[in-house]
């Protein structure tokens, strides 16, 4: 099969800011990652190839997962497996290649027919799309239910918590209020996404953007029917785009979701998905340590979220050599850290932020997400080694050292007039057992140079309205918060961006959790944004990531592996680098059930 041409962007992908080893080198690079078609089970072999190829349709894929999902709206969604699943419902214009390593990061045409037609100045892009395309009802998909399902990413107000990119590109000026509030009669009143046709979409950006098509890569870039459109309820009842629908009354909060084939997915559509299941169900649970014995006994394929089975289940497996055949431990491109949060004193003084920082003790907070092995490498900065612009030997605050400072603490609780310490509240995850566990070794080590901390345990899937609350997160008095963050996409703004530009704090769903105002750093971002060299724009993020450190805005705790297990039934499993997970959609299962 010829190899899917990438876009090219009309000459600005070299504006990227990705390095060769981040994207593949380009359309005409053959994959570097060792992958292959017919790769068989083996410890990591997933991580570089395709392991069990198969074109047998049937059965069905039995996820499971430790965490609800955020939300099925794929406006919503911001959870990296959530994103993943959506490729199973959602299309885009433009989406990742179904591949394993380096050449999973290529963007192709989805929806569109072929790649963009862009302006000599780089501002404006012209899509046209596939003709035959539907959703699950059977009507088709025009241009214009692209352009609503984009509108909808302005409505914040009603369907709050995904990401935000798109109106700072698109909007200028309007100040578009979303769809919800649109005075125009068909509510699509976003001037600058024009649909002459049913089959063309125009963008005007404000400006140049190297990350323009990745934004368009998102689930909030699908379509969305305006006559199904619920609002805040939509994710209880999503239209589908893609080879799987939403099998009536499957979806149940907190405890399952149900997929089933979509009839009107033509395969002749669609050059990345190739949907071998007839069904596939996503089953929640509270007990990680449950999940982790029905993947080993077989009962469950693969843990969704992806983060990794926890200790019992990983001793078991790494001493067992046919369970650990079926196991991998890749760099997942997560950074798990501590957001010091500005707002909420005394954490307002820099010093004190420091001495948090010199406090944590690296090597016990490894510990606690499984060690080198399983839990990941020390963190010491905000920028993954993954990411054009990182710096692995950037380490401001020593943690290679892998052990507390309390004499650099203690000389920063003086200097921020706490020389006998303070007290804070560690927020966690209940549902991350890690998480918590990490956040008792940070509570005991703050504790030795006198800071008093306090854990206060949520519900994960209440995230965006808890955490990504500054207004709650004031209100509750929460210091310091657990958390963790892949890349939206490949890039320096695509990993720091929504973490630390002040323009991302959005009432609810903010993942600034130190709520960083900062000109400077905003600015680098526009800066980077038009450089037409990537090794320019990467300097520009590496200026970012020492600003954001030198703040001491946050504690960068492991840059994360995950051992996960994968059924030995499953085939076409491979990693896909740019969710840092197994891809969901190109799985299937060997035995038909």
């Not at 920082?357 to 499984?370: E, H, K, N, V």
């Amino acid at each position: 099969m010829a190899r899917t041409k990438a876009i090219a962007a009309a000459g600005i992908a070299a504006a990227i800011g990705l390095t060769t080893a981040a994207c593949g080198g380009g359309s005409d690079s053959k994959s570097t990652s060792g992958g292959s078609t017919n790769g068989k089970s083996a410890y990591n072999a997933a991580v570089t190839s395709v392991v069990n190829a198969s074109a047998k349709k049937g059965g069905t894929l039995n996820l499971w997962s430790a965490q609800d999902v955020d939300s099925l709206d794929p406006a919503r969604a911001y959870y990296a497996f959530v994103w993943n699943l959506n490729r199973l419902y959602t299309r885009k214009l433009v989406d990742y290649a179904a591949k394993p390593g380096k050449d999973g990061l290529t963007l192709v045409p989805d929806l569109a027919s072929a790649e963009p037609t862009i302006s000599a100045d780089k501002k404006t892009y012209t899509f046209k799309l596939r003709s035959g395309v539907k959703f699950d009802d059977g009507s088709a998909i025009t241009s214009k239910d692209i352009k609503y399902g984009i509108e909808r990413v302005w409505a914040t107000d009603v369907i709050s918590g995904g990401p935000v990119y798109l109106p700072g590109l698109l909007d200028q000026g309007q100040k578009y209020p979303g769809p919800y509030k649109d005075k125009d009669p068909n509510h699509l009143g976003l001037k600058t996404v024009e649909t002459p046709d049913d089959s063309t979409i125009i963008f005007h950006l404000a400006k140049p953007s190297s990350d323009f098509l990745y934004l368009l890569a998102m689930p909030g870039s699908g379509p969305v029917p305006q006559k199904r459109d619920t609002g805040a309820k939509y994710g209880l009842a999503p239209a589908s785009s893609g080879p799987y629908m939403f099998k009536p009354g499957g979806i149940v909060p907190g405890k399952s979701v149900a997929w089933v084939r979509n009839p009107n997915w033509d395969p002749a559509t669609d050059p990345i998905r190739k949907a071998l299941p007839d069904a596939v169900n996503l089953t929640v649970t509270t007990n990680q340590d449950d999940l982790d014995s029905r993947l080993t006994a077989g009962t469950a394929d693969l843990d969704a979220g992806q983060t990794g089975v926890q200790t019992a289940a990983r001793a078991k497996i790494l001493q067992d050599p046919t369970l650990k055949a079926n196991a991998d431990d890749p760099v997942t491109g997560f950074l798990r850290y501590a957001g010091l949060v500005t707002s909420v004193k005394p954490l307002d003084n820099i010093d004190c932020r420091k001495a948090v920082i010199y406090a944590a003790d690296p090597t016990s907070m490894q510990t606690a997400f499984g060690g080198p092995v399983a839990g990941g490498d020390i963190g010491t900065n905000m920028l993954p080694g993954t990411i054009g612009g990182s710096d692995t030997n950037y380490d401001p605050f020593g943690r290679l050292q892998g052990k507390p400072q309390p004499d650099k603490a203690k000389q920063a609780l003086a200097a921020c007039g706490k020389p006998n310490g303070f007290d804070v509240t560690i927020t966690a995850r209940n549902n991350r057992d890690t998480e918590v566990k990490a956040a008792e070794a940070l509570q005991a080590s703050l504790k030795a140079v006198g800071i008093n901390a306090t854990i206060a345990q949520y519900d994960g899937a209440q995230q965006a309205s808890i955490t990504g609350s500054p207004d709650n997160v004031a209100k509750k008095n929460y210091g310091i918060i657990m958390a963790a963050w892949g890349a939206d996409y490949p890039t320096g703004s695509g990993y720091m961006q929504p973490l630390v530009d002040s323009r991302f704090i959005p009432a609810n769903g903010n993942y600034n959790l130190p709520e960083i105002k900062d000109p400077s750093i905003d600015a680098l971002f526009d800066k980077a944004q038009l450089e037409t060299d990537p090794a320019a724009a990467n300097d520009d993020y590496s200026q970012i990531n020492h600003k954001v450190m030198e703040g001491a805005y946050y504690l960068p705790v492991v840059s994360s592996k995950a051992l996960n297990y994968r059924n030995p039934r499953l085939t076409n499993v491979y990693y896909h680098n740019a969710f840092g997970q197994i891809d969901f959609q190109a799985l299937g299962v060997s035995d038909g059930k």
